[in-house]
Nanobody, 121 residues
Framework: QVQLVESGGGLVHAAGSLRLSCTGS????????MAWVRQAPGKEREFVAG????????NYADSVKGRFTVSRDNAKNTVYLQMNSLKPEDTAVYYC??????????????WGQGTQVTVSS
C-alpha cells in the first residue's frame, strides 16, 4: 500500500514556473512507477508525465514535452514535476499516481488528493 500527498501548487503568471512534489509512504514506493495526471474544470483526467520505478525511463504528453520534467528521489520517497513556461491551459488539479508505467490511467492503483495549479494570462 502507498499513500501519496502532493504539494507545491499555486497561482502563477503565464511563462512562469512551479515545482510540484509528491511524497509517498509505504515500503513499496520505490518499486512502483509514478505518474502526474491533471484534470481541468469540465474535462476528464489526462496523463501528463510518467517515470519508471528506477527513474531511468520517462514519458510525457505531447502538450507538455519540452516544458515539464518528471524526476524522483527514492531515498526521499518523492517524485517531482518541474513545470516551466506555464500556459493558462495548464490550469488544473494535478494528481500523482503510482502503479504500472503507462499512459492509461487505470493502470495506476494509488492516487494522491491533488494540488491546484492556476496559471493566469
Amino acid at each position: 500500500q502507498v499513500q501519496l500527498v502532493e504539494s507545491g501548487g499555486g497561482l502563477v503568471h503565464a511563462a512562469g514556473s512551479l515545482r510540484l512534489s509528491c511524497t509517498g509512504s509505504g515500503r513499496t514506493f520505490s518499486r512502483v512507477a509514478m505518474a502526474w495526471v491533471r484534470q481541468a474544470p469540465g474535462k476528464e483526467r489526462e496523463f501528463v508525465a510518467g517515470i519508471s520505478w528506477s527513474g531511468s525511463s520517462t514519458n510525457y504528453a505531447d502538450s507538455v514535452k519540452g516544458r515539464f520534467t518528471v524526476s524522483r528521489d527514492n531515498a526521499k520517497n518523492t517524485v517531482y514535476l518541474q513545470m516551466n513556461s506555464l500556459k493558462p491551459e495548464d490550469t488544473a488539479v494535478y494528481y500523482c499516481a503510482g502503479g504500472s508505467m503507462s499512459t492509461i490511467l487505470s493502470r495506476y492503483d494509488y492516487w494522491g488528493q491533488g494540488t491546484q495549479v492556476t496559471v493566469s494570462s
